[in-house]
């Protein structure tokens, strides 16, 4: 049916009057009150009976939605009181177009109209704080002498407040990249409307918004919290989500650098939207973003010209339009491109022509930035930690996960803890209690009513997309006479490994009762459900396809079609229904999809696949269908670990675990431990007064840099949370470490000069330190400068070098060029010295075993301990091997406690000896 050629039904046609008007009702009250409620409308009764009506997604699209005579007609009514034409007529469009609101002017001033389902125009506000969002209703300020009795202005009609004024905001990291479709009221202006938004940069926290919890103001950024006189002590940060248009991009493997090239690209894959604190989340005001810029301008042409009024109220009023898939700034904006007899008043929801969402809906995910992704694992002909060897093979199997999933430490961890949207499948098999009854006997429209009471008892109703019972084309012994396929779409934030766990807990195993047969009648069977672990759709563009004959289902074991005996899909079944999301966003109800998987080539073993289980044939085991899934291809088999590794005996070979977790706890424990090796080391030089000497003096200034260097690095954990604080305290932790490093080669120095030259001549000690403090801190605050400057310029003025994600150096580059290559250099003179020092000691033939040497013989322990401990880190970076890593952070993370070992502790045990002798002889 041809819509547009339908003819226009006129109100008179059309309406049934069951009262008289008396002749004296001619003022503008009277109109009002006849026409709204003394009159009922048969056309309205028409309009409702349309939009109950099958035709609703096409014949309502004209006759419901579109203004009619009598529209026009209300709206002159209401306003025909109004002496001020230009105010008239902007009232008059929006009464047409927008009714159903309160408009400020009493109950009376409000044009009544049947909303079925959406209203095109979002709500107008009559509180005085809508000055600030620029959504006050067109009628809330106008005011005149001569007003009918029926309008009835408010108290509080004048507006003191002179708030910063707020903008509707869609908070993305690249404001003109893939859309999140959540706006927000925020703050984007200083005071007197100066600008504190700076461009997009790879300095995510200069884009995040901000809530503060003193004034419940939500700002853009962070700037603009601080030029509106907000305290940083009452700023909190919004989460952010990362959301891409391809799934694999949103699950994709990448540090900070590509996630920014990802998100920034010509055509970016994705984009990082921020969302406001859980705890705080009822006090942020969402809002409608509008999608099209303002165009009155454009259209004020000498062929179309468009009155003043209307482009003066297009930049005013943040009222947005839904027209189509458009969304105007106001109603008024639209008016300027089209007649008002083409715009719609509502639309529906359900309809063809109309949705809710006007954007595809991109795969998201919660995303911590402070998380540190894995390497990405290299292939090379030795095993290596994300394999396997398996000595009757005689190869090297891949472990794996799904693409939700990361391979961490011999378990699937999942790669975002919260999604925002994903499918999940469940493919069942049918068996009936009586062997005799075919399933085709059974009402198969019976077994849906039933499973879908089961589902909502299991609080899984909302979430059906779709169920088709499935069976065999011909009766072959291979192909099932019954399987059903379960199709759920959940689009909230939720957690992929929790729910997939709890659906397998629930379709393991488990009965419909009572299910009747078609003949005989009266007849009941049982049907039990068993869950398999391989899929009976065909992979591909068709998967959660919305239109069920377009599906193509297959036997995963034979590949031999098989056909939908019933179908039931919510996607049609009205507008409140789930709709099924995007095919790509889907994850099989199986064991093997939560597991780490040993993936075997067919080419490498003989198997046989059949009946929902594999068979290994060289090692005569088994594995059932929810543990092993098959390739698209049918070239390999991915078998659960575990199940692997406890059928069949293998030895396994660069199976290191690497957890980080764990490591990081044992580097807290040895900083803690050098911390109070440090401090005590100071302590026991102080307090048996050995400051003498200039060797006392390095001592107690090393342990005093060691101390410092293990503290700031700590505490800078605890500094994310403002951009300030993480750079200050990352400009500490990389000069601490660097004064740690050099000190400990100015130790070294002294060990070698005083080895090599074999004469300690006496020096001034404090000015000996003192310039050796000048020189330690020239060089390491040069290398500290060099990288905020660096930085500062190749980043156009935007950062300083310093990462807000890890309180310290953010740049890989600036890592090696201003701490990893000096602390190198640093440990190759150490070294060079300790050869020659010990080579010039083989040499001498009598060692002075004098006191002075034998604390210069102390230094020289120092410098083997601490100095060229260091290259077990470098030697870490360059193999990959953990074992450096952990004796790295003994030695190098616990010097502190060394330093004690070496020297406080020798020096408290030499006092109490020589305590002891004194005791001695005044016995004597």
Same mark, same amino acid.
């Given at each position: 049916?041809?819509?547009?050629?339908?003819?226009?039904?006129?109100?008179?046609?059309?309406?049934?009057?069951?009262?008289?008007?008396?002749?004296?009702?001619?003022?503008?009250?009277?109109?009002?009150?006849?026409?709204?409620?003394?009159?009922?409308?048969?056309?309205?009764?028409?309009?409702?009976?349309?939009?109950?009506?099958?035709?609703?997604?096409?014949?309502?699209?004209?006759?419901?939605?579109?203004?009619?005579?009598?529209?026009?007609?209300?709206?002159?009514?209401?306003?025909?009181?109004?002496?001020?034409?230009?105010?008239?007529?902007?009232?008059?469009?929006?009464?047409?177009?927008?009714?159903?609101?309160?408009?400020?002017?009493?109950?009376?001033?409000?044009?009544?109209?049947?909303?079925?389902?959406?209203?095109?125009?979002?709500?107008?506000?009559?509180?005085?704080?809508?000055?600030?969002?620029?959504?006050?209703?067109?009628?809330?300020?106008?005011?005149?002498?001569?007003?009918?009795?029926?309008?009835?202005?408010?108290?509080?009609?004048?507006?003191?407040?002179?708030?910063?004024? @707020?903008?509707?905001?869609?908070?993305?990291?690249?404001?003109?990249?893939?859309?999140?479709?959540?706006?927000?009221?925020?703050?984007?202006?200083?005071?007197?409307?100066?600008?504190?938004?700076?461009?997009?940069?790879?300095?995510?926290?200069?884009?995040?918004?901000?809530?503060?919890?003193?004034?419940?103001?939500?700002?853009?950024?962070?700037?603009?919290?601080?030029?509106?006189?907000?305290?940083?002590?009452?700023?909190?940060?919004?989460?952010?989500?990362?959301?891409?248009?391809?799934?694999?991009?949103?699950?994709?493997?990448?540090?900070?650098?590509?996630?920014?090239?990802?998100?920034?690209?010509?055509?970016?894959?994705?984009?990082?939207?921020?969302?406001?604190?859980?705890?705080?989340?009822?006090?942020?005001?969402?809002?409608?973003?509008?999608?099209?810029?303002?165009?009155?301008?454009?259209?004020?042409?000498?062929?179309?010209?468009?009155?003043?009024?209307?482009?003066?109220?297009?930049?005013?009023?943040?009222?947005?339009?839904?027209?189509?898939?458009?969304?105007?700034?106001?109603?008024?904006?639209?008016?300027?491109?089209?007649?008002?007899?083409?715009?719609?008043?509502?639309?529906?929801?359900?309809?063809?022509?109309?949705?809710?969402?006007?954007?595809?809906?991109?795969?998201?995910?919660?995303?911590?930035?402070?998380?540190?992704?894995?390497?990405?694992?290299?292939?090379?002909?030795?095993?290596?930690?994300?394999?396997?060897?398996?000595?009757?093979?005689?190869?090297?199997?891949?472990?794996?996960?799904?693409?939700?999933?990361?391979?961490?430490?011999?378990?699937?961890?999942?790669?975002?803890?919260?999604?925002?949207?994903?499918?999940?499948?469940?493919?069942?098999?049918?068996?009936?209690?009586?062997?005799?009854?075919?399933?085709?006997?059974?009402?198969?429209?019976?077994?849906?009513?039933?499973?879908?009471?089961?589902?909502?008892?299991?609080?899984?109703?909302?979430?059906?997309?779709?169920?088709?019972?499935?069976?065999?084309?011909?009766?072959?012994?291979?192909?099932?006479?019954?399987?059903?396929?379960?199709?759920?779409?959940?689009?909230?934030?939720?957690?992929?490994?929790? @729910?997939?766990?709890?659906?397998?807990?629930?379709?393991?195993?488990?009965?419909?009762?009572?299910?009747?047969?078609?003949?005989?009648?009266?007849?009941?069977?049982?049907?039990?459900?068993?869950?398999?672990?391989?899929?009976?759709?065909?992979?591909?563009?068709?998967?959660?396809?919305?239109?069920?004959?377009?599906?193509?289902?297959?036997?995963?074991?034979?590949?031999?079609?098989?056909?939908?005996?019933?179908?039931?899909?919510?996607?049609?079944?009205?507008?409140?229904?789930?709709?099924?999301?995007?095919?790509?966003? @889907?994850?099989?109800?199986?064991?093997?999809?939560?597991?780490?998987?040993?993936?075997?080539?067919?080419?490498?073993?003989?198997?046989?696949?059949?009946?929902?289980?594999?068979?290994?044939?060289?090692?005569?085991?088994?594995?059932?269908?929810?543990?092993?899934?098959?390739?698209?291809?049918?070239?390999?088999?991915?078998?659960?670990?575990?199940?692997?590794?406890?059928?069949?005996?293998?030895?396994?070979?660069?199976?290191?675990?690497?957890?980080?977790?764990?490591?990081?706890?044992?580097?807290?424990?040895?900083?803690?431990?050098?911390?109070?090796?440090?401090?005590?080391?100071?302590?026991?030089?102080?307090?048996?007064?050995?400051?003498?000497?200039?060797?006392?003096?390095?001592?107690?200034?090393?342990?005093?840099?060691?101390?410092?260097?293990?503290?700031?690095?700590?505490?800078?954990?605890?500094?994310?949370?403002?951009?300030?604080?993480?750079?200050?305290?990352?400009?500490?932790?990389?000069?601490?470490?660097?004064?740690?490093?050099?000190?400990?080669?100015?130790?070294?120095?002294?060990?070698?000069?005083?080895?090599?030259?074999?004469?300690?001549?006496?020096?001034?000690?404090?000015?000996?330190?003192?310039?050796?403090?000048?020189?330690?801190?020239?060089?390491?605050?040069?290398?500290?400068?060099?990288?905020?400057?660096?930085?500062?310029?190749?980043?156009?003025?935007?950062?300083?070098?310093?990462?807000?994600?890890?309180?310290?150096?953010?740049?890989?580059?600036?890592?090696?060029?201003?701490?990893?290559?000096?602390?190198?250099?640093?440990?190759?003179?150490?070294?060079? @010295?300790?050869?020659?020092?010990?080579?010039?000691?083989?040499?001498?033939?009598?060692?002075?075993?004098?006191?002075?040497?034998?604390?210069?013989?102390?230094?020289?322990?120092?410098?083997?301990?601490?100095?060229?401990?260091?290259?077990?880190?470098?030697?870490?970076?360059?193999?990959?091997?953990?074992?450096?890593?952990?004796?790295?952070?003994?030695?190098?993370?616990?010097?502190?406690?060394?330093?004690?070992?070496?020297?406080?502790?020798?020096?408290?045990?030499?006092?109490?000896?020589?305590?002891?002798?004194?005791?001695?002889?005044?016995?004597?």
């Amino acid at each position: 049916m041809n819509v547009s050629k339908l003819p226009r039904i006129h109100q008179d046609d059309l309406m049934v009057k069951f009262v008289d008007i008396p002749a004296s009702l001619t003022n503008a009250k009277s109109c009002v009150f006849v026409s709204r409620v003394k009159t009922i409308r048969f056309w309205q009764l028409i309009r409702i009976l349309i939009l109950i009506s099958p035709f609703k997604a096409s014949f309502s699209f004209f006759y419901e939605q579109l203004p009619m005579p009598f529209d026009f007609d209300d709206a002159y009514n209401l306003t025909s009181w109004m002496t001020d034409t230009t105010t008239k007529n902007i009232i008059q469009k929006y009464l047409i177009l927008c009714p159903e609101q309160d408009m400020c002017l009493g109950s009376m001033f409000k044009r009544g109209y049947p909303i079925v389902d959406k209203s095109a125009c979002t709500p107008c506000e009559c509180d005085d704080s809508c000055v600030r969002r620029s959504t006050c209703c067109p009628s809330k300020f106008y005011r005149q002498t001569d007003t009918p009795d029926f309008i009835e202005y408010q108290k509080n009609t004048i507006v003191t407040e002179k708030e910063t004024p @707020m903008s509707c905001f869609e908070p993305l990291w690249n404001p003109i990249g893939i859309r999140s479709k959540r706006s927000y009221w925020m703050i984007k202006t200083c005071p007197n409307n100066i600008n504190c938004i700076s461009p997009p940069s790879i300095n995510i926290s200069s884009s995040t918004p901000v809530t503060s919890l003193a004034t419940n103001q939500t700002y853009r950024t962070i700037q603009c919290a601080l030029c509106n006189q907000e305290e940083m002590s009452s700023l909190v940060e919004w989460g952010k989500k990362k959301f891409c248009n391809l799934r694999s991009a949103l699950f994709a493997e990448e540090d900070f650098n590509s996630l920014y090239q990802s998100v920034f690209a010509l055509n970016p894959l994705c984009n990082i939207g921020f969302y406001p604190p859980t705890f705080y989340e009822d006090k942020v005001q969402p809002c409608v973003e509008y999608t099209h810029e303002d165009k009155c301008n454009e259209s004020n042409t000498e062929n179309n010209v468009v009155d003043a009024y209307l482009i003066k109220a297009c930049q005013e009023f943040y009222l947005p339009y839904i027209f189509y898939n458009i969304i105007y700034k106001n109603i008024y904006c639209a008016l300027c491109e089209h007649d008002i007899t083409n715009l719609p008043i509502q639309y529906i929801s359900g309809g063809f022509q109309w949705g809710e969402d006007f954007l595809p809906n991109p795969f998201s995910a919660l995303i911590d930035f402070q998380q540190i992704p894995d390497k990405p694992i290299k292939k090379r002909l030795a095993c290596a930690k994300n394999q396997m060897l398996d000595n009757r093979l005689n190869m090297c199997l891949d472990i794996e996960c799904e693409v939700e999933y990361r391979y961490h430490n011999q378990s699937c961890s999942l790669v975002h803890q919260m999604v925002n949207e994903n499918n999940y499948e469940i493919n069942l098999i049918a068996s009936v209690n009586d062997n005799e009854i075919h399933p085709t006997n059974i009402s198969s429209q019976s077994i849906l009513n039933a499973f879908q009471v089961f589902l909502r008892r299991k609080k899984l109703g909302k979430y059906l997309c779709r169920i088709s019972i499935l069976g065999s084309v011909e009766s072959d012994h291979d192909v099932l006479d019954m399987a059903m396929v379960i199709e759920l779409s959940i689009s909230n934030l939720h957690n992929i490994d929790q @729910m997939l766990k709890y659906l397998l807990t629930i379709f393991s195993s488990f009965n419909l009762n009572n299910i009747p047969l078609y003949i005989p009648y009266n007849t009941f069977v049982n049907i039990s459900f068993s869950l398999v672990g391989q899929s009976f759709h065909v992979y591909g563009s068709n998967l959660f396809n919305k239109k069920i004959e377009n599906r193509f289902y297959v036997h995963p074991g034979s590949g031999k079609e098989m056909v939908v005996y019933n179908s039931l899909g919510t996607l049609y079944q009205g507008h409140e229904s789930q709709n099924c999301l995007r095919g790509q966003m @889907m994850s099989i109800v199986a064991d093997w999809y939560r597991c780490p998987k040993v993936k075997i080539k067919t080419s490498d073993a003989r198997m046989d696949i059949s009946n929902f289980s594999v068979c290994l044939l060289d090692y005569g085991k088994c594995f059932t269908s929810i543990y092993f899934k098959q390739s698209l291809d049918k070239r390999s088999v991915s078998i659960c670990l575990e199940q692997y590794l406890q059928s069949i005996k293998v030895i396994k070979s660069s199976f290191i675990s690497s957890n980080d977790s764990l490591m990081s706890y044992f580097s807290l424990v040895c900083l803690s431990l050098s911390s109070l090796g440090s401090l005590a080391t100071v302590t026991v030089f102080l307090l048996k007064g050995s400051c003498s000497r200039i060797a006392d003096v390095n001592i107690i200034i090393l342990a005093t840099f060691v101390s410092f260097a293990n503290i700031t690095y700590i505490l800078s954990k605890f500094f994310l949370w403002s951009r300030t604080l993480c750079i200050g305290i990352g400009m500490l932790v990389h000069f601490n470490w660097l004064s740690v490093v050099c000190w400990m080669s100015l130790c070294s120095f002294q060990v070698f000069q005083a080895f090599t030259s074999f004469h300690v001549s006496e020096v001034k000690v404090v000015p000996k330190v003192l310039s050796c403090l000048v020189m330690n801190l020239i060089i390491c605050l040069s290398l500290v400068v060099i990288n905020v400057v660096v930085s500062f310029v190749k980043s156009n003025r935007e950062n300083f070098g310093y990462s807000v994600l890890t309180c310290y150096i953010g740049d890989s580059d600036m890592v090696l060029f201003t701490f990893a290559l000096p602390v190198g250099v640093l440990i190759c003179i150490n070294m060079f @010295m300790f050869a020659v020092t010990v080579l010039r000691i083989s040499k001498r033939i009598n060692v002075q075993k004098s006191q002075e040497e034998h604390k210069m013989r102390a230094y020289f322990r120092l410098s083997t301990i601490t100095g060229v401990t260091w290259l077990f880190g470098f030697l870490a970076q360059f193999t990959g091997h953990q074992l450096f890593d952990i004796l790295h952070t003994v030695f190098s993370g616990g010097q502190g406690l060394f330093l004690y070992l070496a020297f406080g502790l020798s020096l408290t045990t030499k006092q109490k000896n020589s305590n002891h002798s004194k005791d001695s002889k005044t016995l004597t």
